[in-house]
């Protein structure tokens, strides 16, 4: 399967991807995360990347395009793949309708995680993530769980090793401690720099202006179907695979 995922920053692309992949046996490409690894590594894409992304603006046509481009040769991405956070522009999309055109491949589906902006500030406020796998928690909404810690005393005792490695523990809820003890074992969490309500806002208008009319190009196709993705998480996978399956 060759699918899109479109929808406003926290809808929960990234979140659904993973049960999607594994499902479908797909590659994943997220242009927000391969961004992000070539501004972390400072290679020429992620200096001219670097400005917009702070500012939570979009990057350039090009850039993107380019990456995407590259990505998809990838053996992995043969047997099909799941597009994250591209196309995002109505040129990307043609763009990106010339490249498969050229395979003799087309896009069979197009997700829309369709959401209210007002649900969005706490779901990207509260995101943590887990920079090695790419796996995506939530303070409230899908807290890390650590093997072996399951009771509240546990997870003090935990975090009595977290400070004795003399690393803080922002806020003082237990659940962000609790994602810390990731630290103990080697995985530590991270939020990202994009993540505050000020960038937020600049990237929802971003979706609005730039990436909404990609929803009705795709409609126009007769490939979109719409999710409701303010539903918890495990209702949302459900409804992508009763999409999917039909
Ligand atoms: P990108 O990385 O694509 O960010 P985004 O589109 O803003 O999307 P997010 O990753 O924030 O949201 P998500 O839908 O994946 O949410 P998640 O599942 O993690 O892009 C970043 C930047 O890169 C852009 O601003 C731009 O500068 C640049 N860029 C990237 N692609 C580009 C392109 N094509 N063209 C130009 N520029 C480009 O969920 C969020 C949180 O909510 C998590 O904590 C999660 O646990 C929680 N959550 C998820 N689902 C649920 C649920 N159902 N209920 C409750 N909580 C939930
Ligand atoms: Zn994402
Ligand atoms: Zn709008």
Not at 13 to 28: R, V
Not at 111 to 116: G, P, R, S, T, Y
């Amino acid at each position: 399967k060759r699918l899109i995922l479109i929808g406003p920053p926290g809808s929960g692309k990234g979140t659904q991807s993973p049960m999607i992949k594994d499902d479908y046996c797909l590659c994943h490409l997220a242009t927000g995360d391969m961004l992000r690894a070539a501004v972390a590594a400072k290679t020429p894409l992620g200096i001219k990347a670097k400005e917009a992304m702070d500012k939570g603006e979009l990057v350039s046509d090009d850039l993107v395009v380019g990456i995407i481009d590259e990505a998809m040769k990838k053996p992995s991405c043969q047997k099909g793949f799941i597009l994250d956070g591209f196309p995002r522009t109505v040129v990307q999309a043609q763009k990106l309708d010339e490249m498969l055109e050229k395979q003799g491949t087309k896009i069979d589906k197009v997700l829309n995680f369709a959401i209210d902006d007002s649900i969005l500030e706490e779901r990207i406020t509260g995101r943590w993530i887990h920079p090695s796998s790419g796996r995506t928690y939530h303070t409230k909404f899908a807290p890390p769980k650590v093997p072996g810690l399951d009771d509240a005393n546990e997870a003090l005792t935990q975090l009595a090793k977290v400070e004795a490695l003399g690393l803080e523990c922002p806020g003082s809820r237990l659940i962000m401690c609790r994602s810390l003890s990731f630290i103990v074992t080697g995985e530590p969490l991270i939020q990202r720099k994009d993540d505050t309500p000020a960038v937020l806002k600049s990237r929802l208008e971003a979706f609005h202006r730039q990436t909404e009319p990609v929803i009705d190009y795709y409609g126009s196709k007769g490939i979109l179907a719409n999710l409701p993705a303010e539903k918890p998480p495990k209702e949302v996978t459900s409804e992508v695979q009763k999409v999917l399956s039909s």
